[in-house]
């Protein structure tokens, strides 16, 4: 899609009620029930991050989203897919202070030139015991990324249309961490596989914006 006809039509998200679990449930894992009982009180407890869905034009016109494949590391989130963004930080106001900020140091896009849209609905993920508030985002003119070697392997430039054909939705085997396998929905996005919370950010993102362009 083009990013003028984008960036003008994005403002109307604003009005529009957020379509919540409706679209996060359409990518839940079928395990994901099943390690939420077993956090208990944890939950409670949960450590706040926030992420940004940031849009951008290509030196095409084209209008794209930035995604990040993480470093293999020995944690849960090794080598996955994800948005930029990452853990509250005490220096950081509010939540949107914290996704500009993760995305500035992970890809390298400096706050001033991103406006920010829409707050979306929180995600809870089990095995980290986070909750993760995405926010929608866009930048007007083509970024220089600049990946944060520490933290991200590489930077997954998305086409809007591919993100919103639904010929992209697949499924995914992974072994879960009771040692089943179980089939997971998933977007096939370029050559990767995006599943579990960032797939479910990105459903609410891609229904979101099929009802405003």
């Known amino acids: ?9 994005l403002p109307k998200i604003k009005n529009i009620p957020l379509p919540a679990e409706a679209s996060q449930l359409k990518m839940v894992p079928p395990y994901r029930q099943e390690l939420v009982k077993k956090q208990g009180d944890n939950i409670k407890n949960a450590r706040q991050s926030a992420v940004l869905a940031l849009f951008y034009p ?9 995604l990040i494949l993480r470093k ?13 963004g990452g853990k509250v930080e005490e220096e950081d106001r509010d ?32 095995p980290s015991n986070f909750y993760v508030q995405p926010y929608i985002g ?8 600049i990946k944060q070697e520490t933290e991200v392997e590489d930077l997954l430039e998305v086409y809007l249309s591919d993100l919103l054909s639904d010929s992209n939705l697949t ?3 992974v072994k879960t961490s009771y040692g089943a ?24 993102v891609k229904d979101l914006l099929k009802a405003t362009l």
Request: aromatic share 10%.
């Open 72 to 84: 293999t590391y020995k944690g849960v989130h090794s080598g996955q897919v994800g948005f930029p």
């Open 171 to 173: 499924s995914k085997k």
């Open 181 to 204: 396998d179980v089939e997971v929905p998933a977007f096939y996005l370029g050559t990767h596989l995006v599943w579990g919370a960032t797939a479910m950010m990105l459903s609410e």
């Open 95 to 126: 939540l949107m202070h914290t996704a500009l900020r993760e995305t500035h140091e992970e890809v390298g896009v400096h706050p001033e030139l991103v406006t920010v849209y829409k707050k979306m609905t929180q995600v809870y993920i089990p």
């Open 58 to 66: 290509d030196l095409e016109a084209q209008t794209k989203l930035i």
């Open 1 to 9: 899609m083009n990013f003028n006809e984008f960036i003008i039509a």
């Open 138 to 145: 866009a930048a007007t003119k083509t970024p220089t990324f």
